[in-house]
């Protein structure tokens, strides 16, 4: 069975500073796709990133990054130089991907509230 | 291009009550998924469609029914509704996993019930 593990529930930093939100997953699938997700306090749900089993480059986005380790199972999410714009809940999920019909299913982590501080 | 839209917004029910929840997406998206987001737990997958007229259990599906008669529309139901199921629900449609890079789920705003 997929798990997706967000140790960290809250988080509080004063603006600017840099934070890592941590994710550990684990799957018996060779092949599959990682997701984090943004949740604004306005509720909806933002896609923020993708990223395969078989890609392990970092990515860099603006602000954002993600550093993919298969070899520890995990997929940490860091924000450089945090604004208050970024207070919000950040979920992590794997999603199975053999073709079945029954699959492309999402396991979520249990989120991580994140708070920067002005 | 709506995405996905959820209706109502916002519901109060008694318990013993029923409604059906109506989720609609305009991306031809194949599949579409009903979860539901309660405190401290994430999201949870109650039930999924793979295509029109199919649907599936996910891991919460206990009380609840859904219906994909149409591929733009995913009902959720709840025949007799219970303190248990206030929460705040959300629908998500996407292409097939092997849709390479486009299988993300797209959501809905959410739904907001409560049972009293």
């Known amino acids: 069975a997929q798990k997706v593990t967000q140790a960290q529930t809250e988080i509080s930093v004063v603006e600017k500073e840099d934070v890592t939100l941590d994710c550990v997953y684990e799957t018996r699938d060779t092949t599959y796709y990682l997701f984090w997700y943004k949740q604004p306090p306005s509720g909806e749900l933002v896609f923020l990133i993708r990223r395969n089993s078989f890609d392990e480059q970092n990515e860099i986005s603006g602000r954002y990054s993600w550093n993919f380790q298969k070899s520890t199972s995990s997929f940490n999410f860091t924000i450089t130089a945090s604004q208050v714009v970024d207070s919000a809940v950040y979920f992590c999920a794997l999603s199975e991907t053999s073709y079945t019909g029954a699959n492309s299913k999402l396991t979520f982590g249990k989120g991580i509230t994140l708070s920067v501080r002005p | 291009n709506a995405g996905v839209t959820q209706t109502p917004k916002f519901r109060v029910l008694k318990t013993g009550q029923s409604m059906t929840l109506l989720c609609a997406q305009d991306m031809n998206h194949e599949y579409m998924y009903w979860y539901r987001q309660d405190p401290g737990m994430g999201l949870r997958l109650i039930h999924y469609s793979v295509g029109e007229g199919t649907t599936a259990k996910g891991e919460v599906p206990d009380g609840y029914n859904v219906s994909r008669l149409k591929k733009q529309n995913f009902l959720l139901g709840l025949e007799s509704a219970a303190p248990s199921q206030t929460s705040v629900y959300f629908c998500?449609?996407?292409?097939?996993?092997?849709?390479?890079?486009?299988?993300?789920?797209?959501f809905g705003p959410g739904t907001r019930l409560t049972v009293l």
């Open positions: 998500a449609s996407s292409y097939p996993p092997l849709a390479g890079p486009f299988n993300e789920q797209f």
